[in-house]
C-alpha cells in the first residue's frame, strides 16, 4: 500500500471491501493531476504510511476510512487527527448506512469529539456528483489553510510583532486568503529581496502582482484586496445599518432584496466576532459545521449580489435626527442621510486590565479567537485562554491540533452553564485541554513576548506557570459609547429597544449582540436582522 514519495498531497481511502474500492478508486483519478491518490483495504497499513508521511514532513489533504479487518474507520480517523491534524477526515459508508444503527452512533459519536469532519457515501454511480461535493468541499477547505508558498496575500512580518499579528488577524477575519512567513525564514528573505525589501523590519504584505505594502494601515491593506473604504455615492439611502456581524448583514439581505437602498458601514471585519470562530456546528443547515468567516463570507455575497452597498474600515461617528429622517457621519467626515439606521455594532471582549499584559497584546496576548495561521505558530506550545463561552470551547478545541497544551481558564465552577454540551463533550475527548474552573489570570511577564502567566484559583493561591500565549475570550462590552444621549441603554451599555426593535429615538433600530436582552447566538442575531426589516 505504501507508495513512492510526492511533493503532491494526498488523498487515502481505507476499505476492505474490494468492489467498493474499486469505484472509489476509479472516481478519485479525477484528481490525480494535483494529488496522489491511494486507495488499500488495510487500517494498519494506512497507519504506517501516514506515519512515515509525517516523519518526512509530506502532506496528507483527505483520508476517508471505512471498517476493516484490522481497525474499524473511525478509530483510524481518530488516530489520523493525531498523526495529520490539518487532514480532513471521513467515515465512508454505504448508500443507506445512516439507517443503521450502529453505523448512525459511530458517526454522531466520532463528530461530537472531533474525530472526523463527516460521513461520505461509497459511490455508487459513474460519475457519482455527490461523492465529488462532499470531496471537492473538503479540498477546498484543506488548500485554503494549507496550500505552500505565496497566495492571493501575502504576510511578511516578524512572528513577535504585534503589527504583523494585526495584519494578519484582519485577513483572517474579513476571510481573505493569505499566507504568513517569518522575515527571518528562508522563504520569507527571498519574498522580501524579490520585492525590494530585504532586510525590513516593518511588516510587508505582498499582493497578488507582487507590489509590496510596507506596514499598511487598514484602510491601504483594505484597498489591496479590493474593497471599498471611500464612499462613491454619498445617498440618500434607505437605510443605513452600523456593523457587518450576523444580524447586520440579514438585515442588509433582508432590506436590499426588499429593493431598499442599503449601506453597511463597518470598521473592522466581516462577521464581527462570529466571524472569527473556528467552526460553528449548531447552526441551521450546516450539518458538519461551517467556520464564521466562511458563514459570515456567504452572507456578504448575498447581500452584495441583492445590491447592498459596503462600506469597510470605516466607523461611524456621529447620528443625529434631521427633517424626514437622519444624518449619519463617517469615521472620514463623510455625511450621509438615510431614512432608517439599524444599530448591530456588537460588542468586544473584555480586556483583563492587568498592565504587563496589556503591553503584550499582539506579542503573546490576544483579545479573540485565533486563526488558523495563529494556532499554527503556537504549535509544540503551551496555550492559555480565558473564558468559557461557546468561542473559547471552538477556541480550544482548534488549537489543541497544534499546542502541546491547551488549558481553559473559567472563573465559575463548571462549563455546563455556559457553553453547548457538544462543545464540553469535545472538550473532554482532548488528552492535551486540561480545563480549571474558579481559575482567573492574575499576573503575567514576558520580555517582547508573553513567557509566563500567574493564575489564582478560588481559595486565593497562586501559581506562575509557563506560557506561549493567551487568547482572552470574555465578557461583552457593547460598542455604544459614540451614540447620543437620546438613545437609551441599560446600566451596561446595552441599546434598549421595544418590541418591534426600535429604539427611543424614532427610525433608529438596534438587533442583535449590541441591544439589550438579546439573546447571544448567531442564528438569534440574524432572526433579529431579518424580520427588523418591514
Known amino acids: 500500500m505504501i507508495g513512492s514519495t510526492s511533493e503532491k498531497p494526498l488523498i487515502l481511502a481505507v476499505d476492505d471491501d474490494a468492489t467498493a474500492r474499486e469505484r472509489i478508486t476509479a472516481e478519485l483519478q479525477r484528481y490525480t493531476r494535483d494529488y496522489r491518490v491511494v486507495c488499500g483495504g488495510s487500517g494498519d497499513s494506512a497507519l504506517v504510511q501516514l506515519e512515515a508521511m509525517r516523519d518526512a514532513g509530506e502532506r496528507v489533504a483527505i483520508v476517508l476510512a471505512a471498517k476493516s479487518p484490522d481497525l474499524k474507520g473511525e478509530e483510524l480517523l481518530a488516530r489520523v487527527h493525531d498523526i495529520h491534524p490539518h487532514a480532513k477526515r471521513a467515515l465512508l459508508i454505504p448508500w443507506g448506512g445512516w439507517?443503521?444503527?450502529?453505523?448512525?452512533?459511530?458517526?454522531?459519536?466520532?463528530?461530537?469529539?472531533?474525530h472526523i469532519d463527516y460521513y461520505v457515501l461509497k459511490p455508487w454511480s459513474a460519475p457519482d456528483e455527490l461523492f465529488h461535493r462532499i470531496v471537492s468541499e473538503f479540498l477546498q477547505e484543506w488548500r485554503r489553510a494549507n496550500a505552500p508558498g505565496r497566495r492571493e496575500i501575502t504576510v511578511i512580518a516578524d512572528p513577535r510583532s504585534s503589527r504583523g499579528y494585526e495584519l494578519r488577524n484582519l485577513l483572517a477575519r474579513n476571510g481573505v486568503p493569505h499566507a504568513f512567513h517569518s522575515c527571518d525564514s528562508e522563504e520569507g528573505g527571498e519574498l522580501l529581496r524579490g520585492c525590494g525589501q530585504a532586510g525590513s523590519t516593518e511588516p510587508v504584505v505582498l499582493l497578488p502582482e507582487g507590489d509590496p505594502l510596507v506596514n499598511p494601515s487598514n484602510q491601504e491593506l483594505a484597498r489591496g484586496y479590493g474593497v471599498t473604504t471611500e464612499l462613491q455615492d454619498a445617498g440618500p439611502f434607505d437605510v443605513v445599518v452600523v456593523g457587518a456581524g450576523p444580524a447586520g448583514l440579514a438585515a442588509a439581505v433582508y432590506a436590499s432584496s426588499e429593493g431598499l437602498r442599503a449601506l453597511v458601514v463597518e470598521g473592522e471585519s466581516i462577521g464581527g466576532q462570529a466571524g472569527a470562530s473556528a467552526r460553528i456546528r449548531n447552526y441551521l443547515g450546516f450539518s458538519r459545521g461551517v467556520t464564521g468567516a466562511e458563514l459570515a463570507q456567504r452572507a456578504y455575497q448575498q447581500a452584495w449580489v441583492f445590491g447592498t452597498t459596503f462600506l469597510l474600515m470605516r466607523e461611524v461617528n456621529d447620528l443625529r435626527a434631521v427633517d424626514g429622517g437622519h444624518l449619519v457621519t463617517i469615521s472620514d467626515g463623510t455625511e450621509i442621510e438615510t431614512g432608517s439606521v439599524v444599530l448591530a455594532m456588537g460588542v468586544s471582549y473584555r480586556r483583563l486590565g492587568i498592565p504587563a499584559l496589556e503591553e503584550l497584546t499582539g506579542t503573546g496576548v490576544f483579545y479573540g479567537p485565533p486563526s488558523l495561521s495563529d494556532a499554527q505558530q503556537f504549535t509544540g506550545g503551551d496555550v492559555f485562554i480565558v473564558g468559557g463561552g461557546n468561542s473559547a470551547g471552538q477556541a480550544a478545541a482548534h488549537l489543541s491540533r497544534y499546542a502541546a497544551s491547551v488549558t481553559l481558564l473559567v472563573r465559575g465552577s463548571s462549563l455546563a452553564s455556559s457553553m453547548?454540551?457538544?462543545?464540553?463533550?469535545?472538550?473532554?475527548?482532548?488528552?492535551?485541554?486540561?480545563?480549571?474552573?474558579?481559575?482567573?489570570?492574575?499576573?503575567?511577564?514576558?520580555?517582547?513576548?508573553?513567557?509566563?502567566?500567574?493564575?489564582?484559583?478560588?481559595?486565593?493561591?497562586?501559581?506562575?506557570?509557563?506560557?506561549?500565549?493567551?487568547?482572552?475570550?470574555?465578557?461583552?462590552?457593547?460598542?455604544?459609547d459614540w451614540l447620543p444621549p437620546g438613545i437609551e441603554r441599560d446600566p451596561h451599555g446595552f441599546v434598549v429597544t421595544g418590541a418591534d426593535f426600535e429604539t427611543t429615538v424614532p427610525g433608529v433600530f438596534a438587533i442583535g449582540d449590541v441591544r439589550s436582552q438579546s439573546v447571544k447566538r448567531v442564528a438569534s442575531a440574524v432572526g433579529e436582522g431579518s424580520v427588523v426589516i418591514q
Open 99 to 114: 439507517a443503521d444503527e450502529q453505523t448512525a452512533d459511530a458517526i454522531r459519536n466520532a463528530m461530537s469529539v472531533g
Open 420 to 480: 453547548s454540551q457538544y462543545l464540553v463533550d469535545e472538550i473532554s475527548s482532548k488528552g492535551n485541554i486540561e480545563v480549571r474552573c474558579s481559575t482567573e489570570v492574575f499576573e503575567g511577564a514576558g520580555d517582547g513576548q508573553l513567557e509566563l502567566l500567574t493564575l489564582r484559583d478560588g481559595n486565593g493561591a497562586t501559581t506562575t506557570e509557563p506560557a506561549d500565549a493567551l487568547f482572552v475570550l470574555i465578557g461583552a462590552h457593547p460598542r455604544t
